[in-house]
C-alpha cells in the first residue's frame, strides 16, 4: 500500500494544532499530531521540507522500517522538533493500518487490558480556598484523581493558574510573557494546600501536584517528604529532567511517587530513570515520544522496573494525539493513569473523536484505526495564531526554570 501524498493541516480552534494526513493508493489516509506548543512551525517546516519527500512511495504497512528510516536514518536524530514530526508520522501508519483492516488501533496492540482508562482533572485557584473549591467541583463531576495547581502568596504570576473564568491556557499570544518566581514562598504554601485538600476531599480521591521543574534537587526532596502525610499520587516534574541524578537525591529522602518526562523525546532520557527505579511514572505521550510504535517499547522497559504510564494530556495535545494515547493507555499493563483536559467546544467543529468522558474514565469506542477525523474544511476557518510559553526568572530578575 503505497504512500501517494501527504500534507500539514495548521489550524487554531482555540489554540494551534498541527494535524499530518498520509494518503495512499488504496484510498485510505490516516491522521498524525504534529502539535508542539510554541513551536508549531517549525515542525511544519520539518515535515513539509525533509520527510514528506522522503514518505512518497513508500509502504505505508511497513511501520517499524518507516520509523526507523526517520531516526537512525538521520546523523541529527532525536529532539523536539524532529520527534515530533516522526511521531506524527508513525500515529498516521498506525491509523491507516488500523483503518485497512477495519479496527481499533487498540487491537493491533494485543487488545484491551481494561475497559477504560483512568483520568485525572485539573483544579486551579488564585487562592488555597478557591484551589481547594476548584477541585471539589472535580470530585462533583466525577473524577477520582485531581492534580490541584494554587497561586503562591506573595506572588503575581503562578504557572499552570488559570487567570480568572477562562479555560487554563498556558500558551499566550505573541512573544513569550516574563513571570516572576520565589521558590522559598512555594514550599511554605504547598503543604498547606494539600493538608486542607485531604481534610476537604477524603482519603480515597487520588491528588497529583506538578512543580514544573522550579525545585533543586534537596528543595525537591524537602518538598517531596513534606508532602508524604497527604498521599499524593505523584509529584510531577519535582526537578529539571536534564539532571537526572538529582532524582536520586529525591528518592532517599521520600517515597512520595515520582512523574516526570512530558518534555522527553525518547527512550534514551529514560534508561536510567526507569533501570534504577529513581521514578514512577513516564509522562512522554505518544504525540511527542516518537509516536506509538516508540511508547510500546518504552512501556514494556518501564513494566520490568514496575514503572507505570501517565502520558501527558494537556490541550496542547490535539484529540488526535490524545486518542493515540488512549489506545496505548487501554492496551498495556502497566497503565497507571491519563492526564484529561478537555479541548474547548469550538474544537469539536474540527475534530470527530471516537472517544468520551464518562466519570473519572474515558472511553473508547469501536471505530478503526485512532478513530478520529478532521473537517479541513473547518480547519480553514481557524488560521494559525502565533502563541508563546511564558518565561520565569526569580524575583531578582534571574532566568530559572519552570
Not at 97 to 124: I, M, Q
Not at 217 to 227: D, G, M, N, T, V
Not at 280 to 291: L, Q
Not at 302 to 330: E, K, N, Q
Request: glycine content about 8%.
Amino acid at each position: 500500500m503505497k504512500i501517494t501524498g501527504a500534507k500539514v493541516i495548521v489550524c487554531c480552534p482555540s489554540r494551534n494544532f498541527v494535524t499530518l494526513k498520509i494518503e495512499t493508493e488504496a484510498g485510505i489516509h490516516g491522521l498524525g499530531d504534529a502539535t508542539l506548543n510554541g513551536r508549531e512551525l517549525a515542525v511544519v517546516a520539518f515535515l513539509e521540507e525533509y520527510c514528506i519527500p522522503a514518505l512518497l512511495g513508500r509502504d505505508a504497512r511497513q511501520i517499524e522500517d518507516v520509523w526507523h528510516y526517520f531516526y537512525r536514518g538521520v546523523y541529527w536524530r532525536r529532539g523536539a522538533v524532529s520527534m515530533a514530526a516522526l511521531s506524527a508520522i508513525d500515529l498516521a501508519l498506525w491509523d491507516i493500518k488500523g483503518k485497512a483492516l477495519d479496527t481499533p488501533v487498540y487491537n493491533l496492540l494485543g487488545g484491551r487490558s481494561r475497559d477504560a482508562v483512568l483520568v485525572y482533572a485539573h483544579a486551579t485557584g488564585d487562592s488555597l480556598a478557591s484551589a481547594v473549591e476548584s477541585a471539589a467541583r472535580c470530585a462533583e463531576a466525577g473524577y477520582r484523581a485531581i492534580r490541584i495547581q494554587a497561586a503562591v502568596p506573595g506572588l503575581t504570576d503562578t504557572y499552570g493558574v488559570a487567570k480568572g473564568k477562562v479555560p487554563y491556557e498556558p500558551a499566550k499570544r505573541g512573544l513569550a510573557v516574563e513571570e516572576r518566581w520565589d521558590t522559598a514562598r512555594y514550599l511554605s504554601f504547598l503543604p498547606t494546600l494539600f493538608a486542607e485538600a485531604r481534610q476537604q476531599l477524603g482519603p480515597d480521591v487520588h491528588l497529583l501536584h506538578d512543580v514544573h521543574h522550579r525545585c533543586t534537587p534537596i528543595e525537591a526532596a524537602r518538598l517531596a517528604k513534606q508532602l508524604e502525610p497527604y498521599h499524593l499520587w505523584w509529584l510531577e516534574d519535582p526537578v529539571a529532567g536534564e539532571l537526572q541524578e538529582g532524582l536520586r537525591l529525591i528518592r532517599q529522602h521520600s517515597t512520595t511517587p515520582i512523574a516526570i518526562g512530558e518534555v522527553f523525546n525518547t527512550i534514551y532520557d529514560y534508561t536510567t530513570l526507569i533501570t534504577e527505579q529513581l521514578i514512577d511514572f513516564v509522562r512522554m505521550p505518544p504525540a511527542h515520544g516518537g509516536g506509538i510504535t516508540h511508547l510500546m517499547k518504552v512501556a514494556a522497559l518501564a513494566g520490568v522496573y514496575h514503572v507505570r504510564t501517565g502520558f501527558h494530556g494537556a490541550t496542547d495535545i490535539s484529540p488526535v494525539g490524545m486518542a493515540a494515547s488512549l489506545h496505548v493507555d487501554v492496551t498495556i499493563n502497566n497503565f497507571g493513569i491519563q492526564e484529561h483536559m478537555p479541548h474547548q467546544e469550538i474544537v469539536s467543529e474540527v475534530f470527530d473523536v471516537g472517544y468520551q468522558f464518562e466519570r473519572g474514565v474515558m472511553v473508547l469506542d469501536e471505530r478503526p484505526g485512532l478513530g478520529v477525523e478532521i473537517d479541513e474544511e473547518q480547519a480553514a476557518k481557524f488560521p494559525y495564531r502565533a502563541a508563546a510559553l511564558p518565561v520565569n526568572r526569580l524575583t531578582d530578575g534571574t532566568l530559572w526554570h519552570w
